[in-house]
């Protein structure tokens, strides 16, 4: 009978651990977390759930965090998921039905995101399929800084499952402040010494993304919240390239 694992990375989750594990628990056959240094009782909620908790505080990315813990599991599937994510209960029947089938292939999960209390149907955030589950053995995360994307051996082949994996993204203006910052960082310290930038790209790519969201990708069908988003993600776009520049101005003045 297959066997399947939930992969966890988490810091600072104490507030919205629970939930995830909750939706998971009862059916899953492990439960890996891996916690690189939580200052709140993100551990403590975590021992409710697995004793498979461990700690790895020196940050490497999120890609290669994800490989550490997959080396802790032991089961043939992997299902990753994240502390700010719930799974609904038909997500929950097809990943059970898809390994029950006992053929290997990589399965695409779609995420229906909330930001600042509210669904987000469009913005370019949903439909949002993302890699979650696959054969341990087939497969693993690549080692990106951020945005890390799961790589497969060639021979399996694509698959989508049925259901929601409902994604709680931000709670409130300060929490993506929090939460972004470490992305922006990460998105420039994977691209310094390899990528050029400038003021007017920065501008440019900022204005490019907030077309894109907003009235491409029908953003101003999420209301207000659309509008927000789209602001918010060009702000982060322009702040992203402009860090990029000014590492270049630094290195050049040196």
């Not at 550490?68 to 799974?87: C, H, K, M, P, R």
């Not at 990106?144 to 499952?161: G, N, R």
């Not at 910052?181 to 420039?188: D, Q």
Request: aromatic share 14%; glycine share 6%; proline share 1%.
């Amino acid at each position: 009978m297959s066997t399947i694992g939930v992969l966890l990375i988490v810091k600072n989750e104490g507030k919205k651990l629970a939930k995830c594990l909750e939706s998971v628990s009862s059916w899953v056959d492990q439960i890996v977390i891996v916690d690189s240094g939580s200052t709140d009782d993100t551990v403590d909620v975590a021992k409710k759930f697995t004793n498979d908790i461990y700690v790895h505080d020196q940050w490497p990315g999120f890609g290669k965090q994800r490989q550490i813990a997959q080396g802790y599991l032991n089961t043939e599937w992997v299902f990753a998921i994240d502390a700010d994510e719930v799974v609904s209960e038909v997500l929950k029947k097809s990943i059970i039905a898809a390994i029950a089938e006992n053929t290997y292939a990589t399965f695409s999960v779609n995420r229906l995101s909330s930001a600042f209390g509210k669904k987000i149907h469009y913005s370019g955030w949903s439909p949002d399929w993302i890699v979650r589950l696959y054969p341990r053995q087939k497969a693993s995360y690549n080692d990106d800084l951020v945005h890390e994307k799961v790589v497969a051996d060639k021979s399996l082949v694509s698959k989508k499952l049925c259901g929601y994996l409902y994604h709680d993204t931000y709670e409130n203006l300060h929490h993506y402040s929090q939460k972004t910052v470490g992305y922006l960082k990460a998105w420039a310290d994977d691209r310094e010494g390899r990528k050029s930038s400038s003021v007017s790209k920065a501008l440019l790519h900022a204005f490019s993304c907030f077309i894109k969201m907003y009235f491409i990708k029908r953003g101003f069908l999420d209301g207000r919240y659309g509008f927000v988003l789209a602001w918010l993600a060009a702000h982060s776009t322009f702040y992203k390239y402009i860090d990029l520049w000014l590492r270049e101005q630094n290195n050049d003045e040196n």
